[in-house]
């Protein structure tokens, strides 16, 4: 199959006008102007006319278990205020509930342009019971030891058992938070994914009150974690980072959510640290209201830098376009082309999958969208940030998907 389009995007270098991809399979096996791929292969083509064609979108962090919780949580006085919110909606929900919030979210997703979604799951005992997703979906394992003891090796279990066959993706663990998850939970969890050669996700330096609780042992959330037995012992001496990092355990496989909350001190630890990859949810972080993004330190660290939606308990919609604006307007020097770069090539890179996902490149697995324009080619990044309608074409593992 060859698909033609009047733009084409392909991460690789200037986009192309009046461009083609040809797909056999699952892979991409040409690219290059229409003339030139419609001159070397053979079958039909679907031409999408005024459409640029790039890359499907990745989001590199999501929650899709807490998708029916949009708009029931305002914004707090303080995060763990949020935390008790989020836990009384969640003390209601049945498995049925956590399974159609999912099945909304791939459906949200999807008409968004997301192609490959990274998915912390904190039920991976529901992964049986669910059909096989229409994204390529990273299932991450997620752990929380702060009330009841977690084995990793059941946890991986689960994800291997309930990954299906004929499903696209792969698995992965999150510890959820150095607030959540104890010393000897996160030390496993890094054992078991090098053993597996899994990505491995954690929150870090979410907020203010992360910070105070362990440099400071102090404020709302030390004080509602200690009220619930969490033994405090490691709070009031270092900074969130600084603790994660004295563990060793991070490399280059971890996918670190969030790191708001930094100091000067952090930066220089920062340095030196093994550059893992960093995801920033912009519209998430908005409605918290957290420290503004270190975006241009962490990038000019060497950092890699994707972005995510997060939930929708904290957030409108499961769009990337809406996260790419809104990072926009937070870093107004951002060129439109690295905002793409974060929801394409970065992101595949933070998952591990930088050879075969973000680009249109032969070799490529086939994940692609289209989206309607009639613009100057030169101006095209500037038009795919700004589109804010649904995608009208969608294919992903080279299948077309329905969006309707």
Same mark, same amino acid.
């Given at each position: ?68 919780? +949009? ?20 003390? !209601? ?35 049986? +019971? ?29 994800? +291997? ?12 663990? $999150?510890?959820? $938070? ?14 078991? $994914? ?21 440099? !400071? ?148 697995? $086939? ?38």
């Amino acid at each position: 199959m060859i698909i033609r389009a009047r733009a084409l995007v392909t991460m690789d270098g200037a986009p192309i006008e009046n461009g083609a991809i040809a797909v056999a399979g699952n892979k991409i096996v040409d690219v290059g102007s229409w003339p030139d791929v419609h001159r070397r292969n053979l079958g039909q083509t679907e031409d999408l006319g005024e459409c640029v064609l790039l890359p499907g979108l990745i989001n590199a962090h999501c929650h899709l278990d807490y998708t029916e919780l +949009r708009g029931q949580i305002a914004p707090q006085a303080s995060f763990a205020g949020w935390i008790g919110e989020i836990n009384a909606r969640k003390a !209601d929900f049945t498995a049925d509930d956590y399974l159609r919030s999912i099945a909304c979210g791939f459906a949200e997703a999807a008409q968004f342009g997301t192609t490959t979604i990274a998915n912390l799951e904190a039920f991976p005992e529901l992964l049986p +019971r669910i059909p096989p997703p229409p994204l390529r979906t990273w299932w991450f394992g997620e752990m929380i030891d702060v009330r009841a003891a977690v084995e990793v090796a059941d946890v991986y279990a689960e994800l +291997r058992g309930g990954f299906g066959a004929d499903w696209c993706g792969g698995i992965g663990l $999150a510890p959820h $938070a150095l607030y959540t998850v104890s010393g000897k939970l996160y030390a496993e969890a890094a054992i078991v $994914a090098a053993q597996h050669q899994l990505p491995i996700t954690t929150h870090l330096a979410e907020s203010r009150e992360e910070m105070a609780m362990f440099r !400071d042992g102090s404020g709302p959330l030390f004080e509602f974690l200690q009220s619930i037995g969490r033994p405090m012992s490691d709070c009031g001496a270092t900074t969130p980072l600084a603790l994660l990092l004295q563990r060793r355990l991070l490399d280059e496989r971890w996918i670190v959510a969030h790191l708001n909350d930094l100091t000067a001190g952090d930066f220089r630890l920062l340095e030196s640290a093994p550059k893992f990859h960093i995801v920033h949810c912009p519209r998430s972080h908005a409605f918290f209201g957290h420290t503004p993004f270190a975006l241009e330190k962490l990038r000019a660290l060497g950092f890699n830098i994707c972005l995510g939606t997060d939930s929708l308990s904290s957030n409108e919609s499961l769009s990337m376009f809406a996260e790419m604006r809104q990072l926009a307007q937070t870093q107004p020097s951002l060129s439109p082309c690295a905002l793409v770069e974060m929801v394409t090539t970065n992101a595949a890179s933070a998952l591990g999958q930088q050879d075969v996902l973000g680009r249109l490149r032969v070799g490529h697995l $086939a994940d692609a969208i289209a989206l309607p324009f009639t613009g100057d080619v030169s101006r095209v990044y500037e038009e795919i940030v700004e589109f804010a309608e649904r995608v009208p074409w969608l294919l992903v593992n080279g299948r077309k998907l329905e969006n309707t």
